[in-house]
């Protein structure tokens, strides 16, 4: 039975992305980026980006969220959102949308910049755990 969702506000959510962004570590992109989400039972996460000299070691916004809930407690988000330093809401990045979708409900609501959708619209066909038990042919 997937998991209900506790009431959660878009505006709340900005408001803690927007934060989070301000604290990014960005100084070689200067692209500060913040991530809030709420998951099923209330509990309100965010992150930051974090830049790294080696760039791809960086980590998106998400992957500290990801992060805070893991070590919070687990559950499933219900409601994410991802800001620029400007407040825009902007798109997780391939990567993150399958981070999102291993740690979502069914349910999860992603605010896009072209609105409200469903984690499923966003990253159709997911590699899921179900994925993960296939067996060979003989």
Same mark, same amino acid.
């Given at each position: 039975?997937?998991? &209900?969702?506790?009431?959660?506000?878009?505006?709340?959510?900005?408001?803690?992305?927007?934060?989070?962004?301000?604290?990014a570590y960005?100084?070689?992109?200067?692209?500060?980026?913040?991530?809030?989400?709420?998951?099923?039972?209330?509990? #309100?996460?965010?992150?930051?980006?974090? &830049?790294?000299?080696?760039?791809?070691?960086?980590?998106?916004?998400?992957?500290?969220? #990801?992060?805070?809930?893991?070590?919070?407690?687990?559950?499933?988000?219900?409601?994410?959102?991802?800001?620029?330093?400007?407040?825009?809401?902007?798109?997780?990045?391939?990567?993150?949308?399958?981070?999102?979708? &291993?740690?979502?409900?069914?349910?999860?609501? #992603?605010?896009?910049?072209?609105? &409200?959708?469903?984690?499923?619209a966003?990253?159709?066909?997911?590699?899921?755990?179900?994925d993960?038990?296939?067996?060979?042919?003989?």
């Open positions: 039975m997937a998991p &209900e969702c506790a009431p959660y506000r878009w505006s709340q959510l900005r408001e803690a992305a927007a934060a989070a962004a301000m604290r960005a100084p070689y992109s200067h692209y500060r980026v913040g991530a809030a989400a709420a998951t099923c039972n209330g509990r #309100i996460l965010t992150g930051c980006n974090v &830049e790294n000299a080696a760039y791809g070691v960086a980590l998106c916004a998400e992957c500290g969220l #990801i992060s805070e809930l893991v070590n919070s407690g687990g559950g499933h988000l219900c409601a994410f959102v991802c800001l620029n330093a400007n407040g825009k809401v902007i798109m997780p990045c391939g990567r993150c949308r399958q981070l999102l979708a &291993e740690h979502g409900a069914a349910h999860l609501t #992603i605010l896009t910049p072209t609105g &409200e959708h469903n984690i499923s966003i990253l159709p066909l997911a590699f899921s755990a179900a993960l038990d296939v067996k060979e042919d003989s």
